[in-house]
Structure formats: structure tokens, C-alpha cells
């Protein structure tokens, strides 16, 4: 395999990678961002994605040769010490392999909202852990796409990490304002389910949700606003036993979204 070596800090690619990786507006402004790991970059090939540069430690190449060698057939690989591996990582057991990619093209528009579709739409969500597992799991019910609303940043290292390679499977918009998403997902006939925590409200286990449907998942400490709420078209809650009064949002989105594609 050819590579190239890379031994400083100062280098021009090892400078954008670092920038890349922690800070979101020159992310935007480049259309790129970064992924560390073995099966997060080996999955971004699979999946079609873009890469730019990789970066590669000499035991890594040991320890994954046939993702190194897949990540050498789409992309330029750069070998890099032990010692500049380090200022690369954003993990406390980094395996060695840094790429830059390019931002993912799945913008979903009316053209591919079908009827019998399931969606969901976080709504100000800001854990960067909860969106990366709820895209997870949204991959593993296999919903049509996910709309990020006023959310985190997508693209951001621990987003990216928590999806666990589920980013480059999962349709998902992350341009739109609350109200954006729900005028265009109602004007395709899709019903909204706004998740509140409500005792008024109808009981995920007693609701039957219609041929198209999206559940929507409100903010860690705060929920969905009154106004967001009267967005949607039904209100559901999940019913706690105990002194229990709310959970986790991606553990809450987790068991409405079986519920909703079961």
C-alpha cells in the first residue's frame, strides 16, 4: 500500500483535521467533517461517503490491515506516529485511524415522504450522545428518515460516534425549524405524534398510529413548547410505574419508535 508520512503537528492536513474536529462552523463552511475509528470510517466507505485524507498509525495498519486497505482504495493514506495520533484523538482508546469526509447528501424533501412512511423529528435536542443513539435507533426500526430540528450538530465527533455507523444508513434533514418540518411532513399526509409527558395525554400502549406517521421528541430538560405541541396532530406519553416521572430522551424515543414501526 503507498502512503505518505506525516511527522508534524504543523502540517496543513493535520491542522484542518484538528479544526474540523472542534469547530462546528468551519465544519459547515467546508463541507466536511471527521470521523475516528476503525468501523466509522470503514462504514463510511461502504456506504458511498466521500473521503478526503486518512490518517493511519503504524500499529493500526497492523492491528485492521483490511481497513486500511479498503480506506487506501478511496482515499489518500498518511502514516503518523503514536505521538501526533494523540493530538488527533477525541477518544480516551483511540484505535489509530483518523478521516476527513464529506458532509452526507440525504437531504429528505416531499419527493421522498411516501405514504406508509415512519418519521421521526427531535426537536431541540442538544446531548450530542441522545441524538447519535436515537439515529441508532431509528436505523435499527428502520424508519424512513429523522428530522433534526434546532439540534446539536450532527456532524459533531461524539454525534457522529454515538450513531455507531447508523449516520450513513438513516435518511435525515437538519435544516428546517420545528414548524418547517411539520408543515412539510403534513402537507405529505404525515400524522405528527408530539411524545409529551402528560397523564391527559393517550398512552403509547394504547395508541394505533396511522399509515404515515412521525413521532416527535422534545428537549432533554424542557420538552416540546406549547406551541410546537399544538403542531402536532396527537398528543402520547409513555405511562410511568412508581415514583418514576420522565426518562432519558433516547430512551423514551427508543420505545416510542418501536412502538410506532412494530
Known sequence: MDFKLIS???NSLIKEYIKLRDNKKYRTFQHRFVLEGA?????????GVTLHSVFLTE?????????????GE???????????????????????????ASVLDKNLDA???????RFAVLDSLQDPGNVGTILRVADAVGLDGVFLCNCCDVYNPKTIR????????????????????AELLKSCGVTLYAAVVDKDAESIRETIFCDSSCAVIGNEGNGLSEQDVGLCDKRITIRMNGTIESLNAATAAGIILWEMTK
Do not use: C, H, W
Open 111 to 117: 419527493g421522498k415522504i411516501k405514504s406508509g412512511s
Open 39 to 47: 468501523r466509522l470510517s470503514g462504514d463510511a466507505v461502504k456506504s
Open 162 to 181: 454515538s450513531t455507531m455507523g447508523s449516520v450513513f444508513r438513516v435518511p435525515f434533514r437538519d435544516d428546517l425549524s420545528f414548524p418547517e418540518a
Open 8 to 10: 508534524s503537528r504543523d
Open 59 to 71: 500499529q493500526a495498519m497492523e492491528k485492521y490491515p483490511e481497513t486500511a486497505a479498503l480506506l
Open 74 to 100: 478511496s482515499s489518500e493514506i498518511y502514516l503518523i506516529p503514536d505521538k501526533l495520533a494523540r493530538d488527533l484523538e477525541d477518544t480516551k482508546n483511540s484505535q489509530g485511524i483518523f478521516s476527513v
